[in-house]
């Protein structure tokens, strides 16, 4: 059952991602669809994230 929608659920990730200094990218899966993946920048021992989001 499909549900209706906007379809603003993958630009609002996105965003959200790249804000917090990573990347969002989709890769054709031929068996299932599309695969979605994400990666973030991880935080140095002092708690510090190691890459910077861009400014606004």
């Known amino acids: 059952m499909a ?3 906007m379809g603003l659920g993958l630009s609002v990730c996105k965003t959200i ?3 917090h200094g ?3 990218w989709a890769a ?3 068996r299932q669809g599309a695969a979605l993946s994400f990666s973030l920048p991880m935080a140095s021992a002092a708690g510090e994230a190691v890459a910077q989001p861009a400014a606004l």
Request: aromatic share 0%; charged share 50%; no cysteine.
């Open 3 to 5: 549900e209706e929608g």
């Open 17 to 19: 991602v790249e804000e």
């Open 22 to 24: 990573g990347r969002l």
């Open 28 to 30: 054709n899966d031929s």
